[in-house]
């Protein structure tokens, strides 16, 4: 009789513990995706701080209404990018460049932003275009990785043979990582999407590409990336 009582119990507790995890498989993203909206949204609302007081939306409507900061932002951004596009805003961007150039701590973070943006937002570089799988930190311990670059004349003339750029992240937070150059002989280039090595990397390896979608990736004409 215990023994029968054991069983349904522990029946019941494996019951109640499938239900919680299906439940939180549910949950968790909503919530955590709810949180991350929510803090870009209030992010971009200190852009109403830049309007005089009886010109933001709270003086003129009398309530907070979320989201509008962003729009602002959209504006200033293209707004902007009219202005760069004539030759009075590259004059002017120009100047400001100059300037930011003479401050030596502000001079590197500034360059190193801007190289970055325009490799990463340019249409044409060729940055996180391949998933790569390179033997490190160790011989036969393999990472994945993206190939940033394979123009390194001069690194590939001190090392006597073409290397390849690979930006190792970190995980669970992809943004953050370091490069490695390794030779291209010895890189593997793999068939999923960006997409799918980087929801890979967020979740700790638990979601991997579906073999589908690898398929996909490796027919011919297939657009990467």
């Not at 009219?82 to 009075?88: A, C, H, K, R, S």
Request: charged share 15%; hydrophobic share 50%; proline share 6%.
């Amino acid at each position: 009789m215990n023994r029968a009582r054991a069983v349904s119990r522990a029946r019941i507790m494996r019951g109640l513990r499938r239900y919680l995890i299906n439940g939180l498989l549910i949950w968790v993203p909503v919530l955590v995706t709810v949180l991350v909206v929510r803090f870009i949204l209030q992010l971009m609302d200190q852009t109403l701080l830049v309007l005089p007081r009886a010109l933001r939306p709270d003086a003129l409507l009398g309530l907070h209404v979320p989201g509008l900061g962003a729009v602002l932002g959209l504006l200033i951004v293209l707004l902007t990018g009219v202005l760069v596009t004539n030759f009075i805003g590259r004059a002017l961007v120009g100047i400001g460049e100059e300037l930011l150039e003479r401050i030596p701590f502000v001079r590197a973070l500034y360059s190193g932003v801007k190289s970055f943006s325009e490799t990463v937002l340019s249409n044409s570089g060729n940055s996180f275009k391949k998933v790569l799988l390179v033997e490190y930190p160790r011989a036969g311990a393999w990472s994945i990785g993206f190939q940033t670059t394979d123009h390194l004349p001069e690194i590939n003339a001190k090392l006597g043979e073409p290397q390849v750029c690979v930006f190792i992240p970190t995980t669970p937070n992809p943004t953050s990582g370091f490069i490695i150059f390794v030779p291209a002989s010895k890189c593997i280039e793999l068939d999923m999407h960006v997409d799918a090595a980087m929801k890979m990397i967020v979740t700790l390896g638990v979601v991997g590409p579906s073999a589908y979608a690898v398929a996909a990736a490796a027919a011919p004409g297939a657009t990467r990336g």
